[in-house]
C-alpha cells in the first residue's frame, strides 16, 4: 500500500467503531469475571489487572495498524499523539514493552498525553487507553481527514 495522505470518513468511522465495539466486548468480559469472582469468592482483580496491560497494550497496536501507512510528512514530529502511539508501538514491539526513544520524533513525556519517560514500562489500564485512543482519533480526524 502507498503512504496515506488522507483516510476516507468512512474509513476512519470504522476503525473507531472496530476498537469501540472491542471495548463493548472488554467490559462485559470484565463485568462477568467479576460476578463469577463474587460467587465464587475468589479475587479476580489481580488477573484482570495482569489481563489489562496485555489487552490494552494490543489494542494500541490495533489503533495504530489501522492507520500504519499515514505519511510521516502529514503526521509531524512534534510529538503529538500520532507520535506518541508510534512511538509506543515501536518500544512494545521492539524494547519489550519499554518505552524508549525515536530520535526523529520531539516527544515531550510533560506534553504527552500518557507522560510516560524513556524506561518506563508500557502497561496500559482501561482510562489511559481511553485517553490516547480519543487524543490518536482527534489528530488522525484534523491532520488525515
Do not use: W
Not at 102 to 121: F, N, R, Y
Amino acid at each position: 500500500m502507498i503512504g496515506m495522505k488522507k483516510y476516507s470518513r468512512e474509513y476512519i468511522d470504522a476503525c473507531r467503531s472496530r476498537i469501540e465495539q472491542d471495548l463493548k466486548t472488554y467490559k462485559k468480559l470484565i463485568a462477568a469475571t467479576k460476578n463469577q469472582g463474587a460467587t465464587r469468592k475468589s479475587q479476580p482483580d489481580s488477573a484482570i489487572e495482569t489481563f489489562d496491560a496485555s489487552y490494552f497494550n494490543n489494542m494500541v497496536l490495533l489503533t495504530d495498524s489501522f492507520f500504519v501507512h499515514r505519511l510521516r510528512n502529514v503526521e509531524g514530529k512534534d510529538g503529538n499523539p500520532l507520535n506518541e502511539v508510534r512511538v509506543m508501538c515501536n518500544s512494545m514491539l521492539h524494547n519489550k514493552n519499554i518505552m524508549s526513544a525515536d530520535k526523529t520524533i520531539k516527544l515531550s513525556p510533560a506534553k504527552s498525553v500518557l507522560k510516560d519517560q524513556v524506561g518506563d514500562e508500557i502497561a496500559l489500564n482501561e482510562a489511559e487507553f481511553l485517553r490516547i485512543f480519543k487524543a490518536f482519533f482527534a489528530e488522525i480526524e484534523a491532520k488525515y481527514s
